[in-house]
């Protein structure tokens, strides 16, 4: 993540399918799937910030909040 | 237009969530982008009504906190069309699936775009009836493996941008579920242009169609999206032809609007003879 900036993965575990599309196009492989079947941030630090999961999940299930540090 | 965080809450009827949607079925992500442009044009809740008709695709209606109407099978544009004409003041948007739009209700979409009626048309393609099993619609095209044709579709498919074209519709764009980011802002421009807007989103339904035509999970169905499309008038399309072209291929604000051209050519006369 760039510097001064923190990332939050907000997923919803009860809405979430375990589709993977999530996973499989993050550009970072910050994401993967438990042995629930959901999503998961496993590597949250390598997060870029793109949204591309966010934008992709069918589910609605997944949120990424950008807060801009001092 | 809007600079809040988009919080999508604030569009959805929470409780029919999680959707009945299958895992990975492209229609969630078509949703999304919808709800998206919606949050972008700073429109509120009262300002839209959408109409759907019957299919998977067209259970969106329902998962929405607009003006909502979930019709009959094939006739959301009639529906969307007395609507629009009583209350001209709103954003009528129609997200229906391809069987919906160009089977049953076809003869109703190519009347739609001769009228420009100032509606949008979002058609979540994903080349086969989901809904029903699986069997093969107009959009699924020669060699698509489908319940109805387990020896592969022996029709060629329409192609819905010459379709809408042809029928005058005055705004026509193609994107895909893959091209998110792309489909919000494609529906963006579509609901802000005043006329007969019809956006083919390329969706995916990975248990009917996937599954008969093999062609993998949802992440896959979603690259082939990636791997077979390409901008408008790119190069590549010299080397493949077979390429499917994206971007907005109309965009005319010069033809009359049906509910202007309603006002002007029919009430305005009543009126006047009293
Ligand atoms: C008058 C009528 N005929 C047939 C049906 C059965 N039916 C329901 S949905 C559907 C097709 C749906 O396909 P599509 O519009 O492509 O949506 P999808 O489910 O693929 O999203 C059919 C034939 C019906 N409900 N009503
Ligand atoms: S894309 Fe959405 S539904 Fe699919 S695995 Fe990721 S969070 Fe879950
Ligand atoms: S925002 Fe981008 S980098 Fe971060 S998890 Fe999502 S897809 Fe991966
Ligand atoms: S059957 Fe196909 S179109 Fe219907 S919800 Fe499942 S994946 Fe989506």
């Known amino acids: 993540m760039a510097k001064g900036k923190s990332v939050t993965h907000v997923i919803n575990r009860d809405w979430c399918k375990g589709c993977g599309i999530c996973v499989h196009f993050c550009p970072k492989q910050v994401l993967e799937l438990d042995s629930d079947e959901k999503a998961v941030a496993a590597r949250p630090e390598d997060c870029i910030g793109c949204k591309l999961c966010e934008l992709r999940c069918p589910d609605l299930a997944i949120q990424i909040l950008i807060e801009e540090g001092e | ?274």
Not at chain 2, 120 to 126: G, L, R, S
Not at chain 2, 140 to 163: C, I, M, N, Q, W
Not at chain 2, 188 to 202: C, M, P, R, T, Y
């Open chain 2, 1 to 274: 237009m809007s600079d809040t965080q988009f919080d999508v809450n604030k569009y959805i009827r929470a409780q029919f969530f999680p959707q009945m949607w299958c895992p990975g079925c492209g229609h969630g992500t078509v949703m999304g982008a919808l709800l998206r442009a919606i949050h972008d044009l700073g429109l509120e809740n009262d300002d839209v009504s959408v109409v759907s008709g019957i299919g998977c695709s067209s259970r969106i209606s329902g998962y929405l906190d607009f003006n909502t109407a979930h019709t009959m099978h094939g006739r959301a544009l009639p529906t969307a069309t007395g609507i629009k004409l009583a209350n001209p003041n709103l954003k009528v948007i129609v997200p229906f699936g391809d069987g919906d739009s160009t089977a049953i209700g076809g003869n109703h979409f190519i009347h739609a775009c001769r009228r420009n009626i100032d509606i949008t048309a979002i058609v979540m393609n994903n080349r086969i009836y989901g809904m029903t099993g699986g069997q093969y619609s107009p959009m699924s095209g020669r060699g698509v493996k489908a319940s109805t044709a387990p020896y592969g579709v022996p029709d060629e498919s329409f192609d819905l941008v010459e379709l809408a074209k042809g029928a005058g519709a005055s705004f026509v764009a193609r994107t895909t579920v893959y091209h998110a980011k792309e489909a919000q802002n494609t529906i963006k421009k579509a609901i802000e242009h005043k006329g007969f807007s019809v956006v083919e989103i390329l969706s995916m339904c990975p248990t009917q169609f996937g599954r008969k035509n093999k062609a993998g999970e949802a992440p896959q169905m979603m690259e082939w999206y990636k791997d077979n499309t390409v901008p408008m008038g790119s190069k590549k399309l010299a080397d493949n032809p077979d390429l499917i072209q994206r971007g907005v291929f109309v965009d005319d604000n010069e033809r009359l609007e049906y509910c202007t051209a309603y006002q002007e050519l029919v009430i305005d006369k009543v009126m006047k003879k009293g």
